[in-house]
């Protein structure tokens, strides 16, 4: 099945630090959903983004919604050890049929070092 | 809490073997979606199912079959088993399809 790329695959990073990560499509969407999974969990919904150029923050997260429609980027500040998970991004490109379904990334694995 | 509860938490079976798993939404969700996640694959969408209708297919075998029923729970059965279909599968939920889906924490499904 189709998935996003998302980069970087992994990436190891010292409590504090920023990190970026980002999610690109050949395809466009009109939703885009950043989720972050612990071991053993489902994926817990972080932040939601529903129009093109649209910037959103939940704390220390912040995401955004590509101007193209086709790529999305999540910062997080201030990296803290549970920051430590697998991150999704997904991608919705209608709301109707087929298309409401989500795609996900191919996920990106924190691990914060103290 | 994702509010979505996913029964059993781990299943073992054998190659062959026929399982049913079990999803309730958030209360209110009447949306319902299913998706396999396995360590190559990522996650995939399966099947998603609205106030009692199925309302979008993505790449589910034949061998998988799903439902919604009046009480907006979901099952999906699984039958004539093989080792590939060693996975997580996970069900979601979201009060209509434009909303953002809640994961549950999904059935651990393994194969011998």
């Known amino acids: 099945g189709q998935q996003l790329n998302q980069s970087p695959q992994s990436m190891f990073i010292q409590e504090g630090e920023d990190v970026s990560m980002n999610c690109t499509s050949s395809s466009i969407f009109n939703t885009w959903l950043w989720y972050k999974q612990d071991p053993g969990e489902g994926p817990v919904l972080l932040i939601a983004l529903y129009k093109a150029g649209e910037l959103t923050s939940n704390g220390r997260l912040t995401a955004q919604f590509g101007i193209t429609r086709k790529d999305s980027f999540l910062n997080i500040s201030a990296s803290i050890p549970s920051d430590v998970g697998i991150y999704f991004c997904a991608g919705r490109a209608s709301t109707s049929g087929t298309a409401s379904k989500l795609t996900f990334g191919t996920g990106t694995r924190l691990q914060v070092t103290l | 809490d994702s509010g979505v509860t996913q029964t059993p938490k781990h299943l073992i079976t054998a190659t062959g073997q026929r399982v049913t798993l079990r999803c309730s939404p958030r209360s209110g969700d009447l949306s319902v979606y299913w998706y396999q996640q396995s360590l190559d694959q990522g996650l995939q969408f399966l099947i998603q199912?609205?106030?009692?209708?199925?309302?979008a297919k993505g790449n589910i075998l034949e061998r998988f079959s799903a439902q919604q029923f009046p009480d907006l729970h979901s099952e999906l059965n699984l039958s004539s088993l093989e080792l590939g279909d060693s996975a997580l599968y996970f069900c979601?939920?979201?009060?209509?399809?434009?909303?953002?889906?809640?994961f549950g924490d999904g059935t651990r499904l393994s194969i011998l």
């Open positions: 199912y609205y106030n009692g209708e199925e309302r």
């Open positions: 979601a939920s979201s009060a209509h399809m434009d909303q953002p889906q809640h």
